[in-house]
Structures are given as C-alpha cells and as structure tokens.
C-alpha cells in the first residue's frame, strides 16, 4: 500500500476506538496489514458460526447485523456504516461469528486478519488502551440499547436510532438536516428497537406530524433539532 492509499485509512483508523491511543508509527504499521475488499448489495459478509478470521473496517456502504432464531425469524441487531468496523468480537476472542453480516447496498471495506491483529497486538502494546475502549464501548452501547427498549417510548427509540446512524457520515453539531436511506423494511425496523411492525408504523407516523421527518420513497429526511428533543425525552416528546 502506497503513502498515499495508506493516510485515508490512517486517519480512518485513528478514529475507531479500538485503534485509539496508538502511535503514528503503530498506526502506519496496522495499515499496512490492510486489504480492500468488495461486497454486492445482499452479499452475505460473513454468517453466525463461521469462523472469525478476520474484521472489517468499512469505507463505504453499510452492513447489517442480524440473527436467526430457530422458527425462522430474523432479528436485526446494527447497521453498521462508513467508518464502522465490524467482526472485532470474534477476531478478540478466537470465537465464532455470533451474528449474520450482510451487505445492505455495495459496501467497500478494508480487511484486517486475525492473525496479523494479533501480531500487531503482540509486538504494540499500545494497542491494548484501544481494546479496552472498544469493549467498554460496546458495553456501553448495550446498556443504551436495552435502557432505550425499556424506558423510551417507540417514537423515542426511532429518534435515537436515526440519530446514531445519521452520526456515522453527517456531523449533527452543525447540520440542521440530514437524508438517512435505510434500506430495511419495518419489519426489521421493528427488530432493532424491539417493538412490532405496526407500532413502529404508527410511531413513523407520528414524527412525521410532529416534523421530526420527512419520507419520500426509500429516504427518510430528518430534522436533527426536532429528532434530538424526541430522542431526549423518556415520555417520547410528543
């Protein structure tokens, strides 16, 4: 990888909290184990159970995460976007992959394999800060899941949801709006903030009425101000 195809990823990379706190030279060093790889819209990443080889920094495109119970259902966890990585739990541990990954739309990703991580983890220590932050991350981001489900109403939890995938490509402190496309029907919707299909329809309804959102087709244009005062109050703001 050249200097030049290896500072955008830097740069990406010094960004994620599991690379945090490293060095510039740690920094160029995992770089460089990098590999860019494709993936087709619907293009299955990876599936729970497989091997965890290896972990996905995403540049482009969005990946969702998702699990299948033993009647058939499907329940989708995260939609990971631009600048996300993904698969880092099974990399970690030398376990198996504990969730689905597909490809919502064509994704371009940067691959790192496992034992290359664990090589630079072995020979960096300045790594290791950045593990703990992930995970602390994670756990966090656990926590404020399940308090969403069990303490916000839907229309909260959509707002929250929006939010945060919205973060991902926009910055909310200087946007007054922003287009978010999904690409998942409300039945998976429904799934991520853990309530049914119909009361996230009627929830969709209601940002609406309230100018939170706007649909049109498959893109949702959001109002940060008025999405944020929703995703902030326990009552669901309406």
Do not use: W
């Amino acid at each position: 990888m050249s200097a030049a195809d290896a500072s955008p990823l830097i740069a990406a990379l010094s960004a994620q909290p599991l690379f945090a706190g490293a060095s510039a030279d740690d920094l160029a060093a995992a770089a460089r184990l990098f590999r860019r790889h494709r993936y087709g819209r619907d293009e299955l990443v990876f599936a729970r159970g497989d091997p965890g080889d290896y972990l996905i920094l995403i540049e482009a495109g969005r990946i969702r995460l998702s699990v299948m119970a033993a009647d058939g259902r499907e329940l989708s966890l995260r939609i990971a976007g631009p600048g996300s990585i993904v698969g880092e739990i099974a990399v970690l541990d030398g376990g198996s992959r504990s969730a689905d990954a597909t490809a919502l739309d064509a994704v371009s990703a940067q691959i790192l394999s496992r034992g290359d991580f664990e090589r630079l983890f072995e020979t960096r220590p300045g790594f290791a800060r950045g593990v703990v932050r992930m995970l602390c991350g994670r756990l966090r981001d656990t926590t404020d899941q399940l308090e969403s489900i069990a303490l916000y109403r839907i229309e909260a939890r959509l707002a929250r949801l929006f939010l945060g995938l919205l973060r991902q490509t926009h910055d909310l402190d200087t946007a007054r709006s922003a287009p978010l496309r999904l690409d998942i029907n409300q039945t998976h919707l429904a799934e991520i903030v853990g309530a049914s299909r119909p009361k996230v329809n009627r929830a969709l309804i209601a940002l609406e009425e309230a100018g939170a959102i706007r649909r049109s087709g498959g893109e949702i244009l959001c109002r940060i101000e008025a999405l944020t005062g929703i995703a902030e109050a326990e009552d669901g703001g309406l």
